[in-house]
């Protein structure tokens, strides 16, 4: 019955996010939505941990949209098929083991990097103006800036934001202090409340729009750009592994599991998910620390909660798609700038720079790497700084 509970419960916080980083990445809610479904019952069926939670993650977005945008969105069903295919070969190889052991340091920072992403990619959501010309997030974000100073604010926009934002974070204190446990996440309760108000006072704001009722349609696979999509294929697969492996070990952390999850049933499960994702016209996916830890949380027991969040998730595609097409993307906006405020977590960061010196300059330069050049490279130059430092001060580096 906690399995049950624990699904649900994931189901209704994993909703907002899969809609959110599917119009993120370039490609559309409804293609978030078939990811969080078919890869989240492929990978927990598939694979080695009983507590993961996969779909479409922020960390994945930021390598998806350059794609997206040089080569369009008939071209990632080939990229996900290649990279899921090269996370598969890494279970195969057994190099599980060896990308579970990035330092912990570069994992903070590089989360840290995520977390200002994912919010700099909100910016032309919330001010509800067209998105600024940019590849990168930042550049983006100013030229978006920059448009709203010219044309005006969407100040409707601006106001669900911020309701959104009161809500999501006032709502758990006020059911503390209530004394009320009520089983709803704080997301759900500020979509469902700011969407109501939308439509009751007829806000005039752009909606998520028309959602199929279905699981996803097969895709045509274009073979045409192959080589070029290698790169950014090997990038995808490596940035799977890295989150997917990453999340499960926190998992375990939270759960004080003696038996810890197996790192290349885990990337074998993952491969196959973003593989089968990208056929139905998803997405890569990963193993997503932020539902995984509501999983954890809820007191799940089995992979059983995983699954059922996936079958939660496909009665909502196929029975309230309507009512899913209604929701602000301004809400979606709210929502995600305060996940990324969640997953930057300024208390863990402050005690992490209050360690030592080489431990600090590790987090912050490979967070500012991160958002400066991307989520690769940020990792790259991250145990780089580390593999030397450990060196220079003459301790064993942890890779």
Known sequence: MTDLIAGLTVAIVALPLALGFGITSGMSAAAGLSTAIIAGLLAALFGGSKYQVSGPTGAMTVILIPVVHQFGISAIPALG??????????????LGAIINRVPWMVVEGFTVGIAFIISLQQIPLALGIAKGNGEKSYVVAWNSLQNALTI????????IVAITLMIKFSYP???????????????????????????????????????????????KIEFSNLTSLLIPALWIALLAAVESL???RVADGMAHEKVHFEPNRELFGQGIATVAASIFGGMPATGAIARTSVNVRSHAKSRLA????ALVLLFIALVAAPLVSQIPT????????????????????????????????????TAFSTVAIDLIWGMAIGIALHMGLARYSKKPASL
């Open 152 to 159: 005006g604010l969407n100040f409707s926009s601006l106001l």
């Open 330 to 365: 301004a809400v979606i906006a709210g929502l995600l700038l305060g996940t990324s405020y969640r997953i930057l977590n300024p208390v863990s960061i402050m005690e992490s720079l209050r360690t030592t010196k080489s431990e600090a300059s590790v987090l912050i330069v």
């Open 81 to 94: 098929i290649m990279a899921g295919a090269m996370v598969v070969l890494m279970a195969i190889f057994k």
């Open 173 to 219: 204190v006020l059911t503390r202090k209530l004394g009320l446990t009520l089983h709803i996440p704080a997301s759900f309760m500020a979509l469902l409340i700011v969407t109501l108000i939308t439509k009751l006072f007829s806000i005039d704001v752009v909606t998520i729009g028309s959602i199929p009722r279905s699981l996803g349609a097969l895709q």
């Open 306 to 309: 995983s699954i059922f969040h």
């Open 246 to 248: 990453l999340s499960a």
